[in-house]
């Protein structure tokens, strides 16, 4: 596609239920990221993929993050047993190679965990 | 780990003024980058620098990277309203062996200006 594509645009779940973000990157970009943006804690790293693994998942807050990347494209970002301190803007972003200068960033997922 | 520094967080001057963004960072860095977001959108990518004394500009934005003194600066020459949104500048991190490319974003400097 012609930039990188997030879905759903908005998301507002129960505590305690899973959710799923998605992510299309650009057409034959090789790396995908994930970001998570809050009012308290900025602009933070999430997990990094190049293809369909994971050389970096630093950024994950807790092991009820989970992402997965298939065909070396679409990604998903699952989150389990949501919890209020969740609720953030899930930003998604490609580059072209792991080493290309330049990432590009989806519209991002707002999720509310009421 | 790389740290990344802005200031001032909060900037609001008046159109047709001059300003400056300071970007400092800790350790060293591969590259560092600039980018634009508006209020409920995405991050727009301005400027990637990439060496010692890069400078590029953009319609009233320049930005320069010194890596020695490890900072980067993102100056704005007679500021319009259409330039208000919040601006943040990132550390490339790539260890031997190029395993990630993750960035490392500061605050953000939310800019406003007023006519």
């Known amino acids: 596609g012609a930039g990188v594509s997030q879905s759903p645009s908005n998301k507002v779940t129960e505590k305690g239920k899973d959710v799923e973000l998605r992510c299309d990157p650009i057409?034959?970009?090789?790396?995908l990221y994930w970001y998570r943006q809050s009012l308290g804690q900025g602009l933070e790293f999430l997990i990094y993929?190049?293809?369909?693994?994971?050389?970096?998942k630093s950024g994950l807050p807790s092991d009820r993050f989970s992402a997965e990347r298939t065909g070396g494209s679409v990604s998903t970002l699952t989150i389990q047993r949501t919890q209020q301190e969740d609720s953030a803007v899930y930003l998604c972003a490609s580059s072209l190679t792991h080493t290309n200068t330049e990432a590009f960033f989806g519209q991002g997922t707002r999720l509310t965990v009421v | 780990e790389l740290k990344v520094e802005q200031n001032p967080l909060f900037l609001s001057m008046q159109e047709g003024k001059n300003y400056t963004i300071y970007c400092n960072y800790s350790t060293t860095s591969d590259r560092l980058y600039w980018y634009r977001q508006d209020p409920g959108k995405s991050l727009e990518s301005l400027f990637v620098?990439?060496?010692?004394?890069a400078v590029k500009q953009e319609g009233r934005l320049m930005a320069s990277l010194d890596t020695k003194a490890r900072l980067s600066t993102l100056h704005i020459t007679a500021a319009v309203h259409d330039l208000s949104a919040t601006y943040f500048c990132?550390?490339?991190?790539?260890?031997?062996?190029?395993?990630?490319?993750?960035?490392?974003f500061g605050t953000g400097t939310l800019l406003a200006v007023q006519p």
């Open positions: 057409s034959g970009h090789t790396a």
């Open positions: 993929f190049q293809g369909n693994s994971a050389p970096d």
């Open positions: 990132a550390g490339g991190v790539e260890p031997p062996g190029g395993a990630t490319n993750k960035l490392i």
């Open positions: 620098l990439l060496s010692n004394g």
